[in-house]
């Protein structure tokens, strides 16, 4: 075996998990994007769903439409939520088109 014993304590010394490791895997698992205050400012985005890497402070992805970060995540959501529900669907298009008449 090439670590040797697993049960070994050199082997347990250089083997565990910190807190962020297991963090960052559970928002991967489950498609969330990583909470901002532990990125750093300036650290490129990758989309959590189709992989693509986007400059910091891009809200969604270009390729698939996720949002990017926890601010766009709700948004998504709360779209998600209105789109699927007929009433607020028909709501929001009639709000859209009084917008856009007074574009006019
Ligand atoms: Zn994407």
């Known amino acids: 075996m090439m670590w040797g014993d697993p ?3 050199s082997l347990r010394t ?3 998990l910190t807190g962020s ?6 928002y991967r698992h489950y498609g969330i994007t990583e909470p901002e205050e532990k990125r750093p400012a300036n ?3 990758q989309c959590r769903k189709c992989g693509e890497i986007f400059p910091p402070g891009t809200g969604f992805c270009s390729v698939c439409g996720a949002a990017l970060s926890d601010k ?3 948004v998504d959501q709360e779209f998600n939520r ?4 007929p ?3 028909s709501s929001l298009i009639d709000k859209l088109k009084r917008l856009q008449d007074i574009g006019k």
């Not at 209105?82 to 529900?85: Q, R, V």
Request: no cysteine.
């Open 14 to 16: 250089y083997l565990h």
């Open 21 to 26: 490791n297991v963090d960052r895997e559970m």
């Open 87 to 89: 009433v607020l669907l």
């Open 82 to 85: 209105i789109i699927e529900d």
């Open 43 to 45: 650290t490129p985005l």
């Open 7 to 9: 049960t070994s304590k």
């Open 72 to 74: 766009y995540q709700n």
